[in-house]
């Protein structure tokens, strides 16, 4: 019953953008702290950005500060991930995640449920 489901990846070219969406069949999804990572060949699962459960602090990884822009709806039970100017290093599997709110948001075992991920590959 409980689940997450991304949508909205697939080939881009390089400096293009993308919007993934991952809706939440979560009962208490309004208190869920939501995230997104992703795993990109021969890679480790890695943090890419986090949000409140209202929506009023997002948190991004350094790395990619300025081009991802985290947002949610819970209206909608729905996280999206905007990303934009994307490289070939953005070319993974992301996940969306949720979980409680914790100092290490951007450590995936603080997580409690994950989507089954999206591809996103960028075209150089």
């Known amino acids: 019953q409980e689940q997450l489901v991304e949508s909205g990846g697939g080939l881009v070219q390089a400096g293009g953008s993308l919007r993934l969406s991952c809706a939440a069949s979560?009962?208490?999804?309004?208190?869920?702290?939501m995230a997104w990572f992703r795993q990109g060949p021969g890679k480790e699962r890695e943090f890419v950005a986090a949000?409140?459960?209202?929506?009023?602090?997002?948190y991004y990884a350094d790395s990619l500060q300025g081009r991802v822009t985290i947002s949610r709806d819970n209206t909608k039970n729905t996280v999206w991930l905007r990303m934009n100017s994307l490289k070939p290093e953005d070319t993974a599997v992301y996940y969306c995640a949720a979980g409680r709110y914790s100092s290490t948001y951007f450590l995936e075992s603080g997580y409690d449920y994950w989507g089954q991920g999206t591809q996103v590959t960028v075209s150089s």
């Open positions: 979560i009962r208490t999804f309004s208190s869920a702290f």
């Open positions: 949000i409140t459960r209202t929506g009023n602090t997002p």
